[in-house]
């Protein structure tokens, strides 16, 4: 668990620091956090679970593991969208819709994968950090305003494209994996991320102070469940009791 990197970027700090007022006023709530988190964010980046995927180094149970957890994961994701349909204006229905039937099929290339390679997808229980990550997208979904749960929509999305984006640059073009490179790093992904950012950009111009301030944690505690998530993989982390 990364309990070193939480403590030394821990809001408040002056490496932590908001940029500067003038500073933000030029720069979307997005470009906003990057900048604020960019240590975490690069932290994620460098994962040594995503260099190992990215250099054709990693296990096959390991990423096996990974795969058990996120197919959990997007699972999840579809439950988290659809609570957030009722709080979304109008104008999102079509989007957060079409966002459902991806995750969908994202499902079955996990589950095409998964035969491909002989991997059995089901019946390992959600280890504590993937149950956390998913308890926190649904208690902010049902719990939280809209700009804070689109917040965690953006930041996990935009972890994911820029993750597999750094996979992409090294994976071998004849590896098991590439697929899920061409979901998270395709066009329509890249042209998805960039309409959250828009968006999440234009709720937080319309949030109050407070709101945008809660929209900033929401941000910076998705990077640091993307590292958890990755590291757990990595590591086989999971509940006490449950080791054997
Ligand atoms: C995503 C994911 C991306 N699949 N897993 C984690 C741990 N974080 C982010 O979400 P989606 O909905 O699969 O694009």
């Known amino acids: 668990m990364p309990a070193q990197g939480v403590a030394a970027t821990a809001p408040g ?21 990057l900048e604020r988190h960019a240590s975490l964010w690069r932290r994620m980046l460098t994962h040594p679970f995503l260099i190992a995927t990215r250099d054709n ?31 979304a204006p109008r104008a999102h229905w079509r989007p957060l819709a079409g966002v459902i039937t991806a995750l969908e099929k994202e499902l079955e290339l996990f589950e095409g994968r998964a035969r491909a390679v002989g991997v059995e997808l089901r019946g390992a229980p959600p280890s504590f950090v993937n149950h956390a990550y998913i308890q926190f997208l649904l208690a902010t979904a049902l719990c939280a305003g809209y700009a804070e749960a689109f917040t965690l929509l953006y930041t996990a999305e935009k972890a994911y494209h820029e993750s597999w984006k750094v996979v992409r640059s090294g994976l071998d073009k ?15 992904f890249a042209e998805y991320v960039g309409w959250l950012e828009g968006e999440l950009d234009r709720l937080a111009t319309g949030a109050g102070r407070a709101e945008r301030e809660r929209m900033a944690e929401t941000f910076a ?11 757990m993989a990595l590591t086989d982390e999971t509940w006490p009791g449950l080791e054997e």
């Open 13 to 33: 700090t002056r490496r932590n620091a908001a940029p500067a007022a003038r500073e933000v006023m030029a720069m979307g709530f997005c470009a906003e956090q």
């Open 57 to 87: 180094t990693i296990a096959h149970e390991t990423f096996a593991r990974w795969m058990r957890q996120d197919y959990l994961f997007v699972e999840a994701a579809i439950p988290f969208i659809a609570a957030l349909v009722p709080k």
């Open 174 to 188: 004849a590896s098991p994996w590439q697929p899920f490179v061409e979901n998270w790093t395709g066009s329509a």
């Open 221 to 231: 505690l998705t990077v640091r469940y993307e590292i958890a998530f990755w590291e």
